[in-house]
């Protein structure tokens, strides 16, 4: 009998080892890029709903119903986990009279979205050793008046002291070199160098970056950003692919909505401040890249952002308590990033109908609502 019973617990043993070893291999994943083993959470870990938090389902509902209040049509990327939590969602059309729904990857103009990624290469270039937060202006463009007195530090955070409306050129600008010079024979240089907002400062940027590097702003951009960040939906506004969507622009005019003019000489004349379209998947990569050290370091981050203290800095608007927006508005788009400096939650808004302070205002609601949400 005592030998059956033992008998009996070897099996047991045994068998119970099988099924580990079987079970095992399952339970891991090797990734593509990288040697390391990843071990996958038992479905029975998975992160459970916190007390006055909204759940993913109603966070989302709310989300939609905001949107929805506001009349917005656009596309809209949300996470608040990172990029383990991105989610896309599309209201309204990309093209009213053919009902053509707005979609995840279509690509809309960044607008003043842009000052952050010409603000992300001159820091690259800083780190480089090519450029220095305190070289001057008139290394590179000296007739410009007091070109001597203004560093890359004041164009970055627009007190430089030039001033410039947005002038609409006669016609398509057709070419860098001649996108740069219309900003020089337009702005005004003032000495002034209280915070006054201009795109003529990130256009100069551009210059520079031409001027540093021997190369073109684009082949810059597509060098140091686009291709380290697999951005594939980001184009120049005279180069998007015919197989890509880019929206016509809207005004909501007594409950219907209006086509709005796009002008291409404006964007044009908009060279580092306006120039580019980009879809908000694309976005969300560059703005996590930057803030997580993936393109400039964390070090270089610190440097663009001064610190993240309570200004404007490198393209962003820096809030304090780790939160940071950006807004930009042309030709009837409005585009929005309101998020965190942990690169947790985001908010990437682009739409083609709407009215630029209100949907100022609903970017943050919705980043309100992510906050007090389950982790997606």
Same mark, same amino acid.
């Given at each position: 009998?005592?030998?059956?019973?033992?008998?009996?617990?070897?099996?047991?043993?045994?068998?119970?080892?099988?099924?580990?070893?079987?079970?095992? *291999? $399952?339970?891991?994943?090797?990734?593509?890029?990288?040697?390391?083993?990843?071990? $996958? $959470? *038992?479905?029975?870990?998975?992160?459970?709903?916190?007390?006055?938090?909204?759940?993913?389902?109603?966070?989302?509902?709310?989300?939609?119903?905001? @949107?929805?209040?506001?009349?917005?049509?656009?596309?809209?990327?949300?996470? &608040?986990?990172?990029?383990? /939590?991105?989610?896309?969602?599309?209201?309204?059309?990309?093209?009213?009279?053919?009902?053509?729904?707005?979609?995840?990857? =279509?690509?809309?103009?960044?607008?003043?979205?842009?000052?952050?990624?010409? /603000?992300?290469?001159?820091?690259?270039?800083? +780190?480089?050793?090519?450029?220095?937060?305190?070289? *001057?202006?008139?290394?590179?463009?000296?007739?410009? *008046?007091?070109? $001597?007195?203004?560093?890359?530090?004041?164009?970055?955070?627009?007190?430089?002291?030039?001033?410039?409306?947005?002038?609409?050129?006669?016609?398509?600008?057709?070419?860098?070199?001649? =996108?740069?010079?219309?900003?020089? +024979?337009?702005?005004?240089?003032?000495?002034?160098?209280?915070?006054? !907002?201009?795109?003529?400062?990130?256009? @100069?940027?551009?210059?520079?970056?031409?001027?540093?590097?021997?190369?073109?702003?684009? =082949? &810059?951009?597509?060098?140091?950003?686009?291709?380290?960040?697999?951005?594939?939906?980001?184009?120049?506004? %005279?180069?998007?692919?015919? %197989?890509?969507?880019?929206?016509?622009?809207?005004?909501?005019?007594?409950? !219907?909505?209006?086509?709005?003019?796009?002008?291409?000489?404006?964007?044009?004349? =908009?060279?580092?401040?306006?120039? #580019?379209?980009?879809?908000?998947?694309?976005?969300?990569?560059?703005? +996590?890249?930057?803030?997580?050290?993936?393109?400039?370091?964390?070090?270089?981050? &610190?440097?663009?952002?001064?610190?993240?203290?309570?200004?404007?800095?490198?393209?962003?608007?820096? #809030?304090?308590?780790? %939160?940071?927006?950006?807004?930009?508005?042309?030709?009837?788009?409005?585009? !929005?990033?309101?998020?965190?400096?942990?690169?947790?939650?985001?908010?990437?808004?682009?739409?083609?109908?709407?009215?630029? +302070?209100?949907?100022?205002?609903?970017?943050?609601?919705?980043?309100?609502?992510?906050?007090?949400?389950?982790?997606?």
């Amino acid at each position: 009998m005592i030998t059956v019973i033992t008998g009996l617990l070897v099996m047991i043993g045994l068998s119970s080892w099988a099924v580990k070893r079987t079970l095992a *291999p $399952k339970m891991i994943q090797r990734t593509s890029d990288s040697v390391a083993i990843v071990v $996958k $959470k *038992p479905a029975t870990l998975k992160s459970q709903h916190r007390a006055g938090n909204y759940t993913k389902a109603q966070a989302l509902a709310k989300i939609d119903t905001v @949107m929805k209040n506001a009349h917005i049509m656009g596309t809209l990327l949300v996470t &608040n986990n990172g990029t383990a /939590g991105v989610m896309t969602r599309s209201y309204g059309y990309a093209d009213v009279a053919s009902a053509k729904k707005n979609s995840a990857d =279509e690509v809309y103009p960044l607008a003043s979205l842009q000052k952050a990624i010409t /603000g992300t290469v001159i820091q690259g270039l800083i +780190n480089q050793g090519k450029l220095k937060m305190t070289t *001057p202006l008139s290394l590179y463009f000296r007739r410009i *008046p007091y070109a $001597k007195n203004i560093t890359i530090r004041d164009l970055l955070d627009h007190r430089s002291g030039l001033r410039m409306g947005e002038p609409v050129p006669a016609s398509i600008l057709p070419n860098e070199a001649a =996108e740069i010079n219309y900003t020089v +024979n337009h702005l005004r240089s003032t000495n002034n160098h209280a915070f006054a !907002y201009s795109n003529a400062n990130f256009t @100069m940027l551009a210059g520079v970056i031409r001027k540093a590097t021997g190369k073109s702003y684009m =082949e &810059n951009v597509q060098t140091m950003i686009l291709k380290p960040l697999g951005m594939h939906h980001t184009y120049n506004y %005279n180069q998007i692919p015919i %197989n890509i969507i880019d929206p016509n622009s809207y005004q909501l005019t007594k409950g !219907y909505s209006q086509s709005a003019v796009i002008s291409k000489s404006l964007q044009s004349s =908009e060279l580092g401040a306006g120039s #580019l379209y980009s879809s908000v998947g694309d976005y969300y990569k560059f703005i +996590n890249g930057l803030f997580t050290g993936k393109l400039v370091g964390r070090a270089g981050f &610190n440097e663009l952002s001064a610190d993240q203290k309570i200004s404007y800095a490198g393209g962003i608007y820096y #809030l304090g308590h780790g %939160n940071v927006r950006i807004g930009g508005s042309d030709n009837s788009f409005q585009t !929005y990033f309101m998020g965190t400096t942990d690169a947790k939650i985001g908010v990437v808004l682009f739409d083609n109908q709407g009215v630029f +302070n209100g949907d100022n205002s609903v970017g943050f609601a919705i980043q309100a609502i992510l906050a007090k949400s389950d982790p997606f």
